[in-house]
């Protein structure tokens, strides 16, 4: 989830932040498979761009509630090595009529009870929302993030999805006789730089 999920910056008394940040180079989501035959991984690194979200964090700094913290990839993005490969899962996506993937942040909650802690590796549940060719389904997703030495933050992780649950078809290649599993992972790797924190 490409947004900042520690939350320790300056709030105001009821926990509020407003956060301005942006995705760097070297952020990816890959989307992983397998078939009857091989496996497969289709990646993005077009995850780069600025975005601002605001969060309520609660008075013990082991849960944040977020809002309008959305990471969108580009169905077309996700190179997966070979062209018959990407337009497979492009259409099993329904990409042209629905160009994104869309994650979105409702909450996180450490993983452990204890405190989240910007300087350190924190490990937490994400409960995000998912949109795949136009159907939205809660997903709980562990996150691990840590500060980097250049003072932004790594956040990885990886879910697995199945296609079926929403209403997906897994492709199928050279007249069938390759098929794609139904269970799928998807795995974000996201370098994040904070550029503005201020209180609502």
């Known amino acids: 989830m490409p947004?900042?999920?520690?939350?320790?910056?300056?709030?105001?008394?009821?926990?509020?932040?407003?956060?301005?940040y942006t995705i760097?180079?070297?952020?990816?989501?890959?989307?992983?498979?397998?078939?009857n035959v091989n496996e497969?991984?289709?990646?993005?690194?077009?995850?780069?761009?600025?975005?601002?979200?605001?969060?309520?964090?609660n008075a013990t700094n082991t849960s944040s509630l977020f809002s309008n913290a959305i990471l969108k990839v580009k169905t077309e993005s996700l190179d997966c090595g070979?062209?018959?490969?990407?337009?497979?899962l492009c259409a099993t996506m329904h990409g042209d009529q629905y160009p994104f993937i869309v994650v979105e942040l409702?909450?996180?909650?450490?993983?452990?009870?204890?405190?989240?802690?910007?300087?350190s590796a924190n490990a937490f549940v994400a409960k995000t929302y998912i949109t795949l060719a136009g159907k939205k389904k809660v997903n709980n997703v562990k996150v691990e993030s840590v500060k980097n030495a250049d003072g932004s933050y790594r956040f990885s992780g990886?879910?697995?999805?199945?296609?079926?649950?929403?209403?997906?078809e897994p492709p199928r290649a050279?007249?069938?006789?390759?098929?794609?599993?139904?269970?799928?992972?998807?795995?974000?790797?996201?370098i994040v730089s904070v550029r503005e924190v201020h209180a609502p």
């Open 158 to 168: 990886k879910h697995q999805i199945s296609l079926s649950s929403y209403g997906l």
């Open 174 to 190: 050279f007249f069938g006789l390759i098929k794609v599993n139904d269970v799928i992972t998807v795995q974000f790797d996201l």
């Open 24 to 35: 760097l180079a070297g952020s990816k989501v890959t989307v992983i498979g397998s078939t």
């Open 82 to 88: 070979n062209a018959v490969m990407n337009t497979n």
């Open 106 to 119: 409702a909450e996180v909650q450490s993983a452990d009870g204890k405190p989240i802690r910007p300087a």
């Open 3 to 20: 947004v900042i999920c520690s939350p320790v910056y300056a709030q105001d008394s009821s926990g509020n932040q407003i956060i301005s």
């Open 40 to 57: 497969f991984a289709c990646v993005s690194e077009k995850t780069i761009y600025d975005h601002q979200l605001s969060l309520s964090t």
